[in-house]
């Protein structure tokens, strides 16, 4: 099973709100990624966790906040976020250097923002 | 700095006819290719990993290829499903995770 899941499918919300995207994944994978994506664009790196600690962080603004409870499972907390952070929010995971020669990153569906 | 870049943005193919999308890369330390299949509106569909050059993999129709500088996907007898965006990544970077650079894409459309 390569199945990366992410709640909501869609999220609409205005610049004052304060909202979470969700992710889980079951591969035993250690690092979880956070990208965003915009309209006929690649996606673009924004965070990883390795470990369930933030080991990367692509100079994000504040607006946004990562949270990795556990190794199954990676948050993306909005607030004030403005309307050009209206996107799709992708999550990753994959397995590390130290647990496998293989480091292919599969994705959730995504997240379709929508900010008002 | 690391650079991936794809051709060509946008190829249209008659149903059955063969041809290829280039991936090439100058990257200070390579990990490993990926090659990804995006349809609109979804998230990545992982295909191939790459991690040495001479390394070939297939999946049905698709062949991917990797050289010391790039990378190739073949597309053989090509049918009107395989319509959507190849996406090509390269993994560079120390530590447990590294980093994903991802070229911007090919946009593949089959007709019937």
């Known amino acids: 099973d390569t199945e990366v899941t992410q709640t909501p499918k869609h999220l609409v919300m205005g610049?004052?709100?304060?909202?979470?995207?969700?992710?889980?994944?079951?591969?035993?994978?250690?690092?979880?990624?956070?990208?965003?994506?915009?309209?006929?664009?690649?996606?673009?790196?924004?965070f990883v966790y390795s470990y369930e600690k933030l080991s990367i962080?692509?100079?994000?603004?504040?607006?946004?906040?990562?949270?990795?409870?556990?190794?199954?499972?990676?948050?993306?907390?909005?607030?004030?976020?403005q309307p050009e952070d209206s996107a799709l929010y992708l999550c990753a995971s994959s397995h590390t250097r130290s647990t496998s020669g293989k480091y292919e990153?599969?994705?959730?569906?995504?997240?379709?923002?929508?900010?008002? | 700095e690391d650079q991936v870049t794809q051709?060509?943005?946008?190829?249209?193919?008659?149903?059955?006819?063969?041809?290829s999308l280039n991936c090439s890369y100058t990257v200070s330390g390579l990990r490993g290719l990926f090659?990804?299949?995006?349809?609109?509106?979804?998230?990545?569909?992982?295909?191939?990993t790459l991690y040495s050059a001479g390394e070939e993999k297939e999946?049905?129709?698709?062949?991917?290829?990797?050289?010391?500088?790039?990378?190739?996907?073949?597309?053989?007898?090509?049918k009107p499903e395989d319509s959507a965006t190849y996406l090509?990544?390269?993994l560079t970077g120390s530590g447990n995770t590294g980093k994903l650079i991802f070229g911007q894409g090919t946009t593949l459309q089959v007709k019937p």
């Not at chain 1, 692509?58 to 993306?76: A, D, G, I, K, Q």
């Open chain 1, 15 to 46: 610049m004052t709100n304060k909202k979470s995207l969700k992710c889980e994944q079951h591969m035993g994978h250690r690092a979880m990624y956070w990208y965003k994506q915009k309209a006929k664009k690649p996606p673009e790196l924004m």
């Open chain 1, 57 to 81: 962080n692509e100079s994000v603004p504040s607006r946004f906040s990562p949270e990795c409870p556990n190794s199954s499972l990676l948050n993306l907390h909005l607030h004030a976020l």
């Open chain 2, 35 to 48: 090659w990804y299949r995006q349809d609109p509106g979804k998230g990545p569909e992982f295909l191939f």
């Open chain 2, 59 to 78: 999946k049905e129709r698709l062949k991917a290829t990797l050289t010391k500088k790039e990378s190739f996907l073949h597309i053989t007898a090509p």
């Open chain 2, 7 to 19: 051709s060509p943005e946008a190829l249209r193919l008659q149903e059955g006819e063969s041809s």
């Open chain 2, 88 to 90: 090509c990544a390269v």
């Open chain 1, 105 to 116: 990153q599969y994705f959730g569906p995504g997240t379709r923002l929508t900010v008002t």
